[in-house]
């Protein structure tokens, strides 16, 4: 088997010295297993990644392995994209590189391709997988672009048809619903009082998770209206679509808003999960029944000498808020009688909420302004009230022709 010459050097293991092959030479980063070696070795392999001449030579683009061309987008993208899209090609290639890691960009093919996909059909639902499919061709593309990976390639691979609805092997999963109110309002006793104001405010504006997450002192801007304060994020999902997207927030909403906004700098959290954990820990010191033990007085003595270690971060993520829903979900359920037991939900579906609660009383048209979308047919994925509102127009339906008076021709 030839010597795989271009790809990326990994770290080996000397007696208890971490080291990497580069060029011949041996570059040592330190201790083996110390975080000062994995520090080491990131930052050689960004030194490398930073010169992509390294990895894709110029001499032939015969020579490029899969690998080197996906480390090397991953670096193009990582301060252009969305931390969300640069996590999705991230979980997209890894079915790549398992397969395909080794072998020459320009003897990929759209049956390795196929290949590729297969193992994701085994996993994954049938929308995912055409959206990763799509993500791979898109590296092949980026690739053509740089004269890395040859035209025919990316034309071959654009010739490889989506996966349809019902195909073999393959799995949707139900279409997102909206939550009903009734379920939210069951569940907000059991939230701390950060993560219920999140998802009051989240239901009453239909912003997206990250959007409530994401949301800073400074970007609230209470001097452009006299009635409402409006929610400036710093970035979003359609931002190069719509440019800037403010959020006004009305009575409610400030008032939800006015005990998190003294006493913190710009840049800090809206809502953060350090103060979620501060409630949660005073809420239990008050349903306290018994005495302190000696054991947990001396951890909270190391805690307190150790204020660094363990603690939680200071924005939530769409994860930590989903999980703090589904904690709130499960002790609530400990406690309820039977037939009163909360159903799962997650954040994703308040927007679906709102946006639905919106059309059925002003329409599509204003669900649309609210969720910020470009087109009103994204509108229909999010908006739920079709259905009710076909059904309060057959409900009030009279038969034209069920009457006895006579029509003349005229």
Not at 389 to 406: C, G
């Amino acid at each position: 088997m030839p010597k795989l010459r271009n790809r990326l050097p990994k770290q080996c293991r000397d007696r208890n010295q971490a080291f990497s092959w580069h060029n011949g030479k041996r570059i040592y980063h330190g201790v083996w297993g110390s975080p000062e070696a994995e520090k080491s070795y990131k930052r050689f392999i960004a030194t490398l990644l930073d010169c992509p001449s390294h990895l894709l030579r110029a001499s032939g683009a015969g020579d490029v392995l899969v690998s080197e061309l996906v480390a090397c987008f991953l670096e193009h993208i990582e301060s252009r994209m969305d931390r969300t899209h640069v996590l999705h090609f991230r979980n997209a290639v890894g079915y790549l590189v398992e397969s395909y890691g080794e072998l020459a960009v320009n003897d990929f093919s759209p049956k390795k391709l196929k290949t590729c996909r297969n193992q994701m059909v085994k996993r994954l639902c049938r929308n995912v997988v055409n959206d990763y499919t799509r993500r791979l061709i898109r590296i092949f593309s980026w690739g053509c672009e740089e004269e890395s990976v040859s035209p025919h390639v990316v034309h071959a691979l654009r010739e490889v048809k989506a996966l349809r609805k019902g195909e073999a092997g393959t799995f949707d999963h139900p279409p997102r619903r909206e939550v009903p109110d009734y379920v939210v309002i069951a569940t907000l006793p059991f939230c701390s009082p950060t993560v219920r104001a999140m998802v009051q405010i989240q239901r009453l504006t239909g912003m997206r998770p990250s959007e409530v997450c994401r949301m800073c002192v400074g970007d609230i801007d209470r001097t452009r209206d006299s009635e409402l304060w409006y929610y400036v994020p710093e970035s979003h999902k359609t931002e190069r679509y719509i440019g800037e997207k403010p959020i006004p927030l009305g009575k409610p909403e400030q008032a939800l808003l006015a005990p998190y906004l003294t006493g913190k700098a710009d840049g800090a959290a809206m809502f953060s999960p350090r103060t979620a954990m501060q409630e949660w820990h005073a809420e239990r010191r008050t349903n306290r029944k018994t005495k302190v033990s000696p054991s947990q007085q001396e951890r909270q003595r190391q805690k307190a000498e150790n204020p660094a270690d363990r603690q939680p971060g200071e924005f939530y993520d769409r994860n930590s808020y989903r999980k703090a829903i589904e904690n709130a979900i499960k002790k609530g359920n400990k406690v309820l009688p039977e037939g009163q037991k909360i159903p799962h939900w997650t954040p994703y579906q308040l927007r679906h909420a709102t946006a639905t609660a919106i059309e059925k009383e002003a329409g599509l048209d204003k669900a649309q302004a609210v969720l910020g979308h470009t087109s009103a047919n994204t509108t229909k994925r999010y908006a739920h009230g079709q259905l009710a509102i076909a059904e309060s127009l057959a409900r009030e339906r009279r038969n034209p022709f069920d009457t006895e008076k006579t029509t003349e021709w005229k």
